[in-house]
């Protein structure tokens, strides 16, 4: 074994002044340089975000025997699994359902978009009352925490969010560093180009380098303020050093030539926005990028959903069920977690709100389904129940910190490890650390 290397000015700097002086730098070092507490099972994660809250009568968790006012117009598709129902407008995903397990009974108490998108996106209740447009962070999402744990091969980011980040999907106090990587094209245009990861026109390598180098040498000046104090110069450099490695890596610049994918390919995960970015996630996690986010907007159907959905399902459908087999048919599914879910479900009985002429359903954050897939999930389950009507979780209840520890622990992240904000102030990854045993295989 390699000697291991003494901490340096920048390892200082790096864990905060605070933890310095209150005693926290030998236990944070130990942290870091500690071997891994759980043996990963997957090596990457793609979690799909559907945002707005997605019913869950009308997907994962349909009531067949419930009166027509609660179980709404879709009936059941039959699944390979006895006992396992999906929406009828998710026909592949029920022929697949060996490899999908279903948890329906997550419930939270953050009942509108904000907080609800907080929650689920990082594991940690929202510590005041946030409106339902809010963008917050008071704590880290699953993404950053990943990139922060399980950096990514020489010139990859370690997370990535397709076509832009989520409400609460930033790096809080573990600084830019461990923002996401954000790919706003269309991947199913036919112009698409990804930002930073190419040369300017009329840059050639070597004016490149000689700009690189005037940098590093202006760099060398010792600045007033350093990350402890939150130096937006020093979140600068960052983001600079990230798009200098991108349009350097040819790694980087492949997993982004979605081109190369024969047409059939991408046929199958249908020629639209969605669909290739999921093709464009699948290849990202290829190249060994541990996180991407699909964030999927337009789920928040308080009218017409059900005209909204027979539109919106099968071509879901088709998308989601291609990643999986895709990554299957390539030897990924087994190390790569795919998941699928909200910020909450949707109340049970149907309504019509005034103004509006065809039916919906509200927010509802006592009952709501997430979909799992790869990773060494066990497949053909489902986990916990609603009640007949869909009002709430009522086996198996969990939390959105289960939820959270789960994806950590299938990473290979101990969810109970202590993270320290640069004033030194620590912080558990996610307050209870249990994941969701049936999942976890």
């Given at each position: 074994?390699?000697?291991?290397?003494?901490?340096?000015r920048?390892?200082?700097?790096?864990?905060?002044?605070?933890?310095?002086?209150?005693?926290?730098?030998?236990?944070?070092?130990?942290?870091?340089?500690?071997?891994?507490?759980?043996?990963?099972?997957?090596?990457?994660?793609?979690?799909?975000?559907?945002?707005?809250?997605?019913?869950?009568?009308?997907?994962?968790?349909?009531?067949?025997?419930?009166?027509?006012?609660?179980?709404?117009?879709?009936?059941?598709?039959?699944?390979?699994?006895?006992?396992?129902?999906?929406?009828?407008?998710?026909?592949?995903?029920?022929?697949?359902?060996?490899?999908?397990?279903?948890?329906?009974?997550?419930?939270?108490?953050?009942?509108?978009?904000?907080?609800?998108?907080?929650?689920?996106?990082?594991?940690?209740?929202?510590?005041?009352?946030?409106?339902c447009?809010?963008?917050?962070?008071?704590?880290?999402?699953?993404?950053?925490?990943?990139?922060?744990?399980?950096?990514?091969?020489?010139?990859?980011?370690s997370?990535?969010?397709?076509?832009?980040?989520?409400?609460?999907?930033?790096?809080?106090?573990?600084?830019?560093?461990?923002?996401?990587?954000?790919v706003?094209?269309?991947?199913?245009?036919?112009?698409?180009?990804?930002?930073?990861?190419?040369?300017?026109?009329?840059?050639?390598?070597?004016?490149?380098?000689e700009?690189?180098?005037?940098?590093?040498?202006?760099?060398?000046?010792?600045?007033?303020?350093?990350?402890?104090?939150?130096?937006?110069?020093?979140?600068?450099?960052?983001?600079?050093?990230?798009?200098?490695?991108?349009?350097?890596?040819?790694?980087?610049?492949?997993?982004?030539?979605?081109?190369?994918?024969?047409?059939?390919?991408?046929?199958?995960?249908?020629r639209?926005?969605?669909?290739?970015?999921?093709?464009?996630?699948?290849?990202?996690?290829?190249?060994g990028?541990?996180?991407?986010?699909?964030?999927?907007?337009g789920?928040?159907?308080?009218?017409?959903?059900?005209g909204?959905?027979?539109?919106?399902?099968p071509?879901?459908?088709?998308?989601?069920?291609?990643?999986?087999?895709?990554?299957?048919?390539?030897?990924?599914?087994?190390?790569?977690l795919?998941?699928?879910?909200?910020?909450?479900?949707?109340?049970?009985?149907?309504?019509?709100?005034?103004?509006?002429?065809?039916?919906?359903?509200?927010?509802?954050?006592?009952?709501?389904?997430?979909?799992?897939?790869?990773?060494?999930?066990?497949?053909?389950?489902?986990v916990g129940?609603t009640?007949?009507?869909?009002?709430a979780?009522?086996?198996?209840?969990l939390?959105?910190?289960?939820?959270?520890?789960?994806?950590?622990?299938?990473?290979?992240?101990?969810?109970?490890?202590?993270?320290?904000?640069?004033?030194?102030?620590?912080?558990?990854?996610?307050?209870?650390?249990?994941?969701?045993?049936?999942?976890?295989?």
């Amino acid at each position: 074994m390699p000697p291991r290397p003494s901490a340096s000015r920048r390892n200082f700097l790096q864990l905060g002044l605070g933890a310095l002086l209150g005693g926290g730098l030998a236990s944070s070092l130990r942290a870091r340089d500690a071997d891994p507490k759980f043996k990963p099972q997957a090596k990457a994660c793609i979690l799909i975000w559907m945002d707005g809250g997605p019913s869950h009568f009308e997907t994962f968790d349909p009531k067949p025997d419930a009166p027509s006012e609660f179980r709404g117009e879709f009936k059941t598709a039959t699944t390979k699994v006895p006992g396992i129902f999906l929406s009828e407008h998710m026909v592949k995903l029920a022929g697949m359902s060996d490899k999908l397990a279903v948890v329906r009974s997550i419930r939270h108490d953050q009942g509108n978009h904000g907080a609800g998108n907080h929650y689920m996106m990082t594991g940690a209740p929202p510590r005041i009352p946030v409106g339902c447009g809010a963008f917050v962070s008071f704590h880290p999402s699953l993404g950053s925490v990943v990139a922060h744990e399980k950096p990514a091969p020489v010139g990859l980011p370690s997370y990535f969010s397709l076509p832009d980040m989520t409400r609460s999907g930033g790096p809080n106090f573990l600084g830019a560093k461990y923002a996401p990587f954000v790919v706003d094209g269309d991947p199913s245009s036919a112009g698409f180009r990804v930002r930073d990861v190419a040369l300017p026109t009329g840059i050639t390598e070597g004016r490149f380098a000689e700009r690189g180098s005037l940098k590093s040498d202006v760099d060398r000046f010792q600045r007033f303020l350093d990350k402890t104090s939150g130096d937006p110069a020093v979140a600068l450099d960052e983001h600079y050093q990230q798009a200098h490695e991108l349009m350097r890596s040819k790694e980087a610049q492949a997993a982004f030539r979605i081109g190369d994918d024969a047409p059939k390919v991408r046929d199958r995960y249908g020629r639209n926005a969605f669909g290739q970015r999921a093709l464009l996630a699948r290849r990202l996690v290829e190249a060994g990028v541990p996180f991407v986010t699909i964030n999927d907007g337009g789920w928040d159907h308080h009218s017409d959903i059900f005209g909204a959905l027979r539109k919106r399902l099968p071509n879901w459908d088709q998308t989601v069920s291609a990643l999986i087999a895709d990554l299957d048919e390539r030897g990924l599914l087994d190390t790569t977690l795919v998941i699928a879910l909200g910020e909450f479900g949707r109340t049970p009985a149907i309504s019509t709100l005034s103004g509006q002429n065809k039916p919906g359903r509200d927010h509802w954050a006592n009952a709501m389904s997430v979909l799992f897939a790869g990773g060494g999930i066990p497949g053909g389950q489902v986990v916990g129940a609603t009640d007949r009507k869909g009002y709430a979780a009522v086996d198996r209840v969990l939390s959105p910190e289960n939820f959270a520890s789960t994806v950590y622990r299938k990473l290979g992240i101990d969810p109970d490890k202590m993270l320290y904000t640069p004033q030194g102030r620590p912080s558990h990854i996610v307050s209870n650390a249990t994941p969701i045993q049936e999942l976890m295989g």
